[in-house]
């Protein structure tokens, strides 16, 4: 019975041995189980790092080979799928980097960030339609975002969709709270509201009287009200609203209008009081230009070329100032000589101008330097009204944004 009892415990100890043996060894197989996956997760993790960084960087064969590695193993990283998809992007990609995006939607749902991405792609393949669709479903989800708001806007810009652009600025000036940011939010606002107006043939002119009370010297709006008087043939009213813009500011384009809107009539010298007033009590170089030339384009010799004799002498200070008038004053020079029958000097003098720093009367935004042989409502920076003459404009000013295009149809 004794030894019965002493192998039953025996047997007992035995088991309970045993079973700490093979609890001991399953903790020891999970815990090098675990361990060997954290140390893939963090490995994976540094893979991810390294992509971001390099996509920062800009070597971007590196951070797409990198992300492309991590987001095989981890596809619902959303930041990690975006990132790929801008280096597909940047390596011009781009419908790689939409069938990433959509793919990566069918698993994550409808994610804003991920939305929004698809937009902005759609955007720059060209397709404005879908860029919108993507976007509206994502301000739906994010109806506060400022930047899906202002992204929207250009959107439905693109696509020719102003009135609906103007309800979405709208919506962006009054969710935006960073000073700066709601400025810029605040002029788009009033380019959306313009563009509406000028593409609507029967209210428009309502619409863009309305505009230029709030905005008195929003040039595109100017220009649109004026010509639609011109072209239904209500000089005065052309006429007028040129005048009364001078008085506020003498800007190239206005100056310009007005001249050729008088020259058309065969009266030409109904612009000189006009420009003698903006001339008066300043000494800008622009309306005085103008000025010159109209009284060349009148026959009034003598007065001309006392103008011109006063920016010749100004010119050392205007060239103190970075203000280039030489080509103009040159052409408008060229002019007078041609008029004169001074064949020789004229084409001397045109001759200078057409090789001046500048093409003669051409126009730069002031915004980011791009320059055009014609004024523009728009600049293909994205901004509206910024378009002046170059003698307006200091040339350090320019020169100090992006590259110019010196081509008009290089301005949009």
Not at 2 to 26: I, K, N, P
């Amino acid at each position: 019975m004794a030894a019965l009892v002493l192998g039953s415990l025996a047997l007992g100890a035995g088991l309970v041995l045993l079973g700490g043996m093979l609890r001991s060894s399953v903790s020891s197989v999970s815990s090098w189980r675990q361990q060997r996956r954290d140390r893939r997760h963090q490995a994976m993790l540094r893979v991810r790092e390294e992509g971001h960084r390099r996509l920062w960087s800009g070597d971007f064969d590196t951070a797409t080979r990198s992300l492309q590695r991590y987001v095989e193993h981890h596809p619902r990283d959303l930041d990690a799928v975006l990132a790929l998809a801008s280096t597909y992007e940047a390596c011009g990609e781009l419908e790689t980097a939409r069938r990433l995006l959509e793919a990566a939607r069918s698993q994550l749902g409808s994610e804003p960030k991920l939305l929004h991405h698809l937009g902005l792609l759609a955007l720059r393949r060209g397709n404005a339609g879908a860029a919108i669709d993507w976007l509206q479903e994502a301000a739906r989800l994010e109806p506060d975002s400022p930047r899906l708001l202002a992204d929207l806007c250009a959107a439905l810009a693109a696509e020719g969709r102003f009135t609906e652009a103007v309800q979405v600025a709208q919506r962006h000036v009054a969710v935006e709270r960073e000073p700066v940011r709601r400025a810029d939010a605040e002029e788009t606002l009033l380019a959306m509201r313009y563009r509406a107006a000028d593409a609507d043939a029967t209210g428009g002119e309502h619409a863009l009287r309305r505009l230029l009370g709030e905005a008195p010297d929003f040039l595109p709006a100017i220009v649109a009200l004026a010509g639609r008087a011109r072209a239904a043939g209500d000089v005065r009213t052309a006429e007028r609203l040129y005048r009364d813009a001078i008085r506020r500011k003498p800007s190239g384009v206005l100056l310009e209008r007005l001249t050729a809107l008088h020259a058309s009539t065969g009266q030409a010298e109904r612009s000189l009081p006009i420009l003698r007033d903006a001339c008066a009590g300043n000494r800008l170089a622009a309306p005085r230009l103008a000025l010159a030339r109209t009284l060349v384009a009148t026959g009034k010799h003598s007065a001309a070329e006392a103008e011109l004799a006063e920016l010749v002498k100004d010119t050392p200070a205007y060239r103190a100032e970075g203000v280039d008038v030489t080509p103009e004053r040159d052409l408008v020079a060229g002019e007078l000589a041609l008029a004169r029958g001074h064949d020789r000097e004229a084409a001397t003098l045109l001759g200078r101008a057409a090789m001046g720093g500048h093409r003669p009367f051409a126009y730069a935004c002031r915004r980011c330097g791009r320059e055009s042989v014609e004024w523009r409502d728009r600049c293909a920076c994205g901004v509206y009204g910024t378009f002046e003459w170059c003698v307006a404009q200091p040339v350090a000013e320019r020169d100090a944004a992006t590259t110019p295009a010196t081509d008009s149809a290089a301005v949009g």
